[in-house]
Nanobody
Framework: QVQLVESGGGSVQAGGSLRLSCAAS????????MGWFRQAPGKEREGVAA????????YYADSVQGRFTISRDYAKNTLYLEMNVLRPEDTAMYYC????????????????????WGQGTQVTVS
């Protein structure tokens, strides 16, 4: 089981930026893909961005396309989410997740197949 620890959340004004990190306890090259999800109060958790670890191919939810960037650093075993032009509606708890097995890109945001989850980091945009 991979331990995932998110960091980098905080409070920021609209239009600002944050970079979230997700440190993995094991080699991320052993995973197939990783993703960032978020859950706002009173709402279901939703997929934000995902990346196939080996190809580096990335996918984004329409709501963050062009503003958020997902990336990974093999040397640091860390997943990142660069968030720019933040909006109040981006306020949520952000989670990273890792999956060992391949799934089609159409179901990258289906949460049930992810093997490991972090505890989350809070992002508040005012």
């Amino acid at each position: 089981q991979v331990q995932l620890v998110e960091s980098g959340g905080g409070s920021v004004q609209a239009g600002g930026s944050l970079r979230l990190s997700c440190a993995a306890s094991e080699d991320i090259s052993d995973t197939n893909h990783m993703g960032w999800f978020r859950q706002a109060p009173g709402k279901e958790r939703e997929g934000v961005a995902a990346i196939y670890i080996h190809s580096g191919r990335t996918y984004y939810a329409d709501s963050v396309q062009g503003r958020f960037t997902i990336s990974r650093d093999y040397a640091k075993n860390t997943l990142y989410l660069e968030m720019n032009v933040l909006r109040p509606e981006d306020t949520a708890m952000y989670y990273c997740a890792a999956a060992a097995s391949y799934v089609d890109s159409r179901i990258l945001y289906s949460q049930g197949h992810y093997n490991d989850w972090g505890q989350g980091t809070q992002v508040t945009v005012s």
